[in-house]
């Protein structure tokens, strides 16, 4: 079982920065990919942001330039910069880390807010 602690989120003016954190813990074996996605009200979840345990990274075009995704592997936490923040970034935004012998995880979610 892997348990996932995001926290970061909050409300933030248009233009603004935040930065995203998730830590895992349990029994880990190894993440091969952690990631973030994204839901905004009446949407379906999408993805913003992974990073591979080679350290590559995949960026969804809307936030390609602004966000950026890192990562530890020794110490199982992916973090999420993300600047000049849009009111349509506006979402719940979720942890996603796929461990090689236990499967997929998700945390439970922090919102972002972006308005003025």
């Known amino acids: 079982q892997v348990q996932l602690v995001e926290s970061g989120g909050g409300l933030v003016q248009p233009g603004g920065s935040l930065r995203l954190s998730c830590a895992a813990s349990?029994?880990?074996?190894?993440?091969?990919?952690m990631a973030w996605y994204r839901q905004a009200p009446r949407k379906p979840r999408e993805l913003v942001a992974k990073?591979?345990?080679?350290?590559?990274?995949n960026y969804a075009d809307s936030v390609k330039g602004r966000f950026t995704i890192s990562g530890d592997n020794a110490k199982n936490t992916v973090w999420l910069q993300m600047s000049s923040l849009k009111p349509e970034d506006t979402a719940v935004y979720y942890c996603?880390?796929?461990?090689?012998?236990?499967?997929?995880?998700w945390g439970q979610g922090t919102q972002v807010t972006v308005s003025s």
């Open positions: 990073i591979a345990s080679t350290g590559s990274t």
């Open positions: 349990g029994r880990i074996f190894m993440l091969n990919v």
């Open positions: 996603n880390v796929f461990d090689i012998a236990l499967g997929e995880y």
